[in-house]
């Protein structure tokens, strides 16, 4: 007998519609319920590909007895973190700020009136490790509840009190200067692991926007050590278990320090992210491995989490069945010895074992290694490698594969959107560029869709319920701006600036504050407002990136002052926690850089407008095109004419404009190519 849930959208809930829980999604029918039978909320946070959340579902949610006991005592509500960001952030604040960590699954107790008042992640079956049994939370929660209401309405209080007395530390007046992108870079410096490449320890996530912000600080004032650290550190990740040897793209993050063991879930975020930064380090450096990387990452997205509609879904799991048909996480990817024998004979296997790092006793777990490149190996016979990658994908390929999680999330297509066109446009790949595209449309065919706003998710080129958040805008905007400086096509420089002026309308506040849900969004126990980057761009920064470039792209005054509000906050965080605000600080390197305007007259994808995407100058906008009709599509291309009949290139930064060239070399220098 299915629940609620039967009827969502969300890969992440309908793996619970069949649980004995009584679920509800997250819906103000659901509070209703509790009000009236007077029991608390239990709220349950997680999403598709999370290993914790499928062991708690599968030792609690899934067992007869927990969720009697569940659904006499309280109103179970499951949300997906995934779609709907802003319930995850808000009650994830609480966690932290009570027991000083969080992750995922996320327990929180509610009041019927929202209010959190006990929290935890994942609980076991059974006490162990000082942690209680989920069954001991599930009876002392009920019975305080039921025996001291004053206590629980108190301490929901003081939250709640809590929560809203944490103001925003804005930057106060005025961006980022030299002085803050310099402490900023000494910070990540200090930080930064000589031996493996990299910041901090373990666990180990790839840094792909520290590394764009050291890419562009390297592009604008030439600072050797930022560009080793961004390329040492790309090819320690390229060379480690965390990028997948056989089949490209990258894992959610290496447990150890020297990127060996991943978790193996893929995010499509990480994927887009790295593949950008792997580009842009190809254009800054020429380096073939980063080109490799680049491109394997691209054509990983595009085989293994394309939809049918065009779209990209969200990730794929870690878990996968192993050949005695138990759930583990990492079946799929890892090797034994005796595999790669079976597979490829005794020569090939002793060959790979040596190139892939596979040894006896297994660098993961029961004997297992994961494909890595140790690089001890001496000079390599190239057709011999690619021979037996071929065959050890193909077998690979034999093996169950880990399930997908298919909703297709606005602000991560954005980040593919940009990846792609990039990718596409550098290496000659048209067809990159046209999944791109496909992309861009189910956006605004899917998501825009009838109402004018941005809606959060969908799957099977169906719109979810929920409102876009400020990251869906900014990372659109971002992929969209990306999309029209490739294709010299204008319409996505005005779709662009149709999910900015929402922003304006809708997002900003006080001070250049921005906020990551609307103004008319539904009202939690706090207005969400993160500024710091994590796993992707925050709504925040990325907003300001978007904005920065379409005021570059129109000379829009008011874009450009949203921008430089909203950067105020990378003034404050920039220098005390500049790997938390990596594409803040990129997007400061555009500012200080001007951003250029590259104006190109002449045919879209000639060598100009090349020369000009190859451009290293930090955010550079590039608008391409000829004839009478240019100037409708990019108002940079208005009364911009040939000289002597030749494409022509105009570069323009800070209201001074260089002279016109026809000259692609004159124009490389004049971008830092």
Known sequence: MANRLAQTTSPYLLQHADNPVDWWPWSPEAFEEARKRDVPVLLSVGYASCHWCHVMAHESFEDDDTAAYLNAHFVPVKVDREERPDVDAVYMEAVQAATGHGGWPMTVFLTPDAEPFYFGTYFPPEPRHGSPSFQQVLEGVATAWTDRREEVAEVAGRIVADLAGRSLVHGGDGVPGESEVAQALLGLTREYDEQHGGFGGAPKFPPAMAVEFLLRHYARTGAEGALQMAADTCAAMARGGIYDQLGGGFARYSVDREWIVPHFEKMLYDNALLCRVYAHLWRATGSDEARRIALETADFMVRELRTAEGGFASALDADSEDAEGRHVEGA???????????????????????????????????????????????????????????????????????????????????????????????????????????????????????????????????????????????????????LAAVTGEGAWLEFAGFLLDIVLEQFTGQGGQLYDTAHDAEQLIRRPQDPTDSATPSGWTAAAGALLSYAAYTGSEAHRTAAEGALGVVKALGPRVPRFVGWGLAVAEALLDGPREVAVAGPVGGELHRTALLGRAPGAVVAAGEGPGAGAEFPLLVDRPLVGGEPTAYVCRHFVCDAPTTDAGELAGKLGG
């Open 332 to 482: 799929y990817y890892v090797w034994t010895p005796e595999q790669l024998r079976e597979v490829l004979g005794e020569d090939d296997a002793a060959f790979a074992a040596a190139y892939f790092g596979v040894t006896e006793e297994g660098t993961f777990e029961e004997g297992a290694s994961v494909l890595r490149l140790p690089g001890d190996t001496g000079p390599v016979d190239a057709a011999r490698v690619a021979g037996v990658r071929a065959r050890l994908l193909a077998a690979r390929d034999e093996r169950p594969h880990p399930g997908r999680d298919d909703k297709v999330v606005a602000a991560w297509n954005g980040l593919a959107i940009a990846a792609l066109a990039e990718t596409g446009a550098y290496f000659d790949r048209p067809d990159l560029v046209e999944r791109a595209t496909e992309a861009a449309d189910l956006l605004v065919r899917v998501h825009l869709g009838e109402v004018a706003r941005l809606t959060r998710t969908s799957k099977d080129g169906r719109a979810g319920d929920n409102a876009g958040v400020l990251e869906d805008y900014g990372d659109v905007a971002e992929g969209f701006l990306a």
